[in-house]
């Protein structure tokens, strides 16, 4: 069964950084797209960043795009989430989910699975 485990989030000011972690258990890894997404107080879960299974592709929803920096180490089955210049609305939980097509990677909820617990990120004014 593979597990997915976030971390990293935590309590920061507006325009400071943190960088998720979300590791991967089983031998998998390395030929599924993998993705974040978050989910506001009240909101539905949305999609921030995809990288596809190799690191060479990546994608970004627009209000993070410029600021935020989705990378993967297949050595380690670690996805991370560089997030920069922090705004108050990037205030949510934080998941990531893994493709479930090989060499795939989307933007859309339901083509991810084996979603994690999720990490809080949580961005004072």
């Known amino acids: 069964q593979v597990q997915l485990v976030e971390s990293g989030g935590g309590l920061v000011q507006a325009g400071g950084s943190l960088r998720l972690s979300c590791a991967h258990s089983?031998?998998?890894?390395?030929?599924?797209?993998m993705g974040w997404f978050r989910q506001a107080p009240g909101k539905e879960r949305v999609f921030v960043a995809t990288i596809n299974w190799n690191g060479v592709s990546t994608y970004y929803a627009d209000s993070v795009k410029g600021r935020f920096t989705i990378s993967r180490d297949n050595a380690k089955n670690t996805v991370y989430l560089q997030m920069n210049s922090l705004k108050p609305e990037d205030t949510a939980v934080y998941y990531c989910?893994?493709?479930?097509?090989?060499?795939?990677?989307?933007?859309?909820?339901?083509?991810?699975?084996?979603w994690g617990q999720g990490t809080q990120v949580t961005v004072s004014s």
């Open positions: 089983g031998r998998t890894f390395s030929i599924y797209g």
């Open positions: 989910g893994k493709s479930l097509r090989t060499f795939y990677s989307g933007i859309v909820e339901h083509e991810y699975g084996n």
